[in-house]
């Protein structure tokens, strides 16, 4: 336990300078290297996120997918009492290298790569690796669960909202979820068998798992647009 809580400072310590070296070359005023550091410090895990986000995405939807699934962890996290930064940040960097690596076989294998260089835990990257069953990693841990669980969902939602007459988020109802899901044709490339499977991984039933992952994305309307 005390090595695994000295491993996640050596390796936050690790992230923090290669940010600052990264932000204030070599010359910079030392006062001013010194602000940025106590900065990067008082950050949050999801503002952190937030950073490689915008870093290396620059397509508007695909960002504000990262930002449903992230609202969709997050609230998870609150019911079953766990860390909502830490979960928020997992949601939000889960496909945050979709644009450097768009094929199964690179992604997210590289980017969990490049999240390992900057410091981040065993635990998220193995999160974020487990999130795509082609990676082999199965999902042991809630935090793993989740994440698969409302994933696909939370693009589901999204496409069932923009054919509402209104394109409004909180216009849609669990029951016309449902319904649609059974629907070929609509969103044909969001996989059912993985919103399926994903709400039976949590333990929780399919209709309330998308009322509740539907409430969270409903929560951040404005951020999404819609
Ligand atoms: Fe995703």
Excluded at 66 to 92: S, T
Excluded at 125 to 154: C, N, P, Q, W
């Amino acid at each position: 336990m005390i090595l695994r809580f000295l491993i996640e400072i050596a390796s936050t310590a690790k992230a923090v300078s290669q940010m600052i070296s990264f932000l204030c070359p070599k010359g910079v005023n030392r006062s001013l290297r010194l602000c940025v550091q106590l900065l990067f410090i008082i950050m949050t895990e999801y503002d952190k996120a937030i950073e490689i986000v915008h870093e290396f995405v620059k397509n508007e939807n695909l960002r504000k997918h990262m930002y449903a699934v992230a609202e969709a962890m997050r609230q998870y996290a609150r019911k079953y009492g766990e860390d909502e930064d830490k979960w928020a940040a997992v949601g939000l960097l889960h496909d945050f290298d979709w644009e450097i690596h768009p094929t199964a076989d690179e992604h997210p294998i590289k980017g969990s790569a490049i999240l390992k260089e900057r410091g981040y835990s065993d635990e998220i990257v193995r999160a974020i690796l487990s999130h795509a069953d082609y990676t082999g990693f199965e999902r042991i841990s809630l935090m793993e669960k989740t994440l698969f669980a409302v994933d696909e969902l939370s693009g589901f939602i999204v496409a069932c909202a923009l054919v509402q007459p209104t394109k409004k988020l909180a216009d849609v109802k669990t029951e016309s979820v449902v319904k649609k899901m059974k629907k070929k044709e609509f969103a044909r490339n969001v996989n059912r068998d993985d919103i399926i499977n994903g709400a039976a991984g949590l333990g929780v039933p399919l209709e309330e798992h998308i009322e509740f992952t539907k409430n969270a994305i409903v929560g951040i309307a404005d951020k999404m647009g819609m």
